[in-house]
């Protein structure tokens, strides 16, 4: 069998997971890794030699584009480099899966997806909690009306990414920030609930003394369902924070039932529950989904990017490139609102 190629663009602590997964992915090695960065590939073949010993370390992106032997590009390095580390490899004729966020911007995304298409590429946003089971799942209830309409979804999601002054996630010219590099999680998730962007936008923020946003709360509405006396809204509420840990449980509510998917930005299970609560709480959960957890679920976004290519395609239906820029341009909104610009967008 011909093994499908990945290479990785900027070896970091997402690529190594990235990796990690493809060990359990059948028909997937890993063709090298590049970086910036002097001594950082060879660090980092170094360290999955025993799975994938033909790995090769390149000394610079354009020598791994310049490469036919490369099936596909992970790019893994800055959120400010998303951009053009992917239409440069798209140019060279070269499928990417890009790390989210996707881009700084909606008008950074348009650029890449409109690269791709000029090159006859693909193209597909790394949200890799798209395409575990069970939040494949928790969206085929939704979509097979197991709990009616959706009223509400509300999530929290939030973990300690400010430590230090020096890293990543608090640095303005890195692209830091909670909204960046978790509230897209949330927020994409509800577009898959929703299948559209909100109508409307409410936030509170909390900005770190670097500039970027430390937590905030979002509120959106995205319509309305007819009652005989009055309008139900759509509504979700989510609160994300990178400065203190939160449940990272996402709560769908429906009019004839709810779903609630634990730590659902890498989710091993969902749990479905039928008709409405009692005193404000559910019985027992009708159903539960769990299936077999192998390895640490990035395989399977790697899984649809093989099956894509393979097959000739483009973009993936699970994550859809309209979709992508359509929740950038969402982020870009909440941004202006909180008046938080990247050195890069000036």
């Not at 590429?121 to 575990?132: D, I, N, P, V, Y």
């Not at 509420?237 to 890498?266: E, K, N, Y």
């Not at 769990?290 to 097959?311: F, H, K, L």
């Amino acid at each position: 069998m011909k093994m499908f190629r990945f290479a990785v663009a900027g070896p970091g602590h997402i690529a190594r997971q990235f990796v990690t997964g493809l060990t359990a992915l059948p028909g997937a090695e890993l063709a090298g890794a590049a970086s910036n960065t002097p001594g950082r590939a060879e660090q980092f073949i170094h360290e999955f030699s025993q799975f994938y010993p033909r790995a090769a370390a390149y000394d610079s992106y354009e020598a791994l584009a310049a490469d036919p032997s490369v099936d596909a590009v992970y790019v893994s390095n800055l959120n400010t480099q998303h951009a053009d580390t992917a239409v440069l490899f798209l140019r060279h004729g070269k499928p990417v899966i890009c790390e989210k966020p996707f881009a700084l911007n909606a008008g950074q995304a348009k650029r890449m997806i409109e690269c791709a298409k000029e090159n006859n590429t693909f193209l597909m946003e790394a949200m890799w909690t798209r395409f575990q089971p069970a939040n494949r799942k928790a969206a085929e209830w939704v979509r097979l009306g197991r709990i009616g309409d959706v009223i509400s979804v509300s999530a929290e999601f939030g973990m300690e990414l400010m430590t230090s002054a020096d890293r990543r996630t608090v640095a303005l010219e890195k692209g830091g920030g909670a909204l960046l590099d978790l509230g897209i999680y949330p927020i994409s998730y509800l577009s898959m609930i929703f299948g559209r962007q909100p109508s409307e936008i409410k936030t509170l923020v909390s900005k770190a003394i670097t500039g970027v946003d430390a937590s905030f709360e979002a509120l959106f509405r995205y319509g309305e369902m007819e009652k005989p006396l009055s309008r139900m809204m759509q509504t979700a509420h989510i609160t994300v924070a990178m400065d203190r840990p939160l449940s990272q449980t996402m709560t769908i509510t429906g009019t004839t039932g709810m779903i609630r998917i634990p730590r659902f930005w890498c989710a091993d299970s969902a749990a479905l529950y039928a008709g409405s609560p009692a005193d404000g709480e559910f019985d027992a959960p009708a159903e539960v989904f769990r299936p077999a957890w192998i390895e640490n679920g990035y395989q399977y976004e790697a899984a649809e990017v093989m099956e894509r290519v393979t097959a000739g395609e483009k973009e993936s239906s699970i994550m859809p490139l309209s979709e992508t820029l359509s929740i950038m341009k969402t982020m870009d909104a909440i941004r202006k609102d909180w008046g938080l610009v990247y050195p890069q967008e000036r």
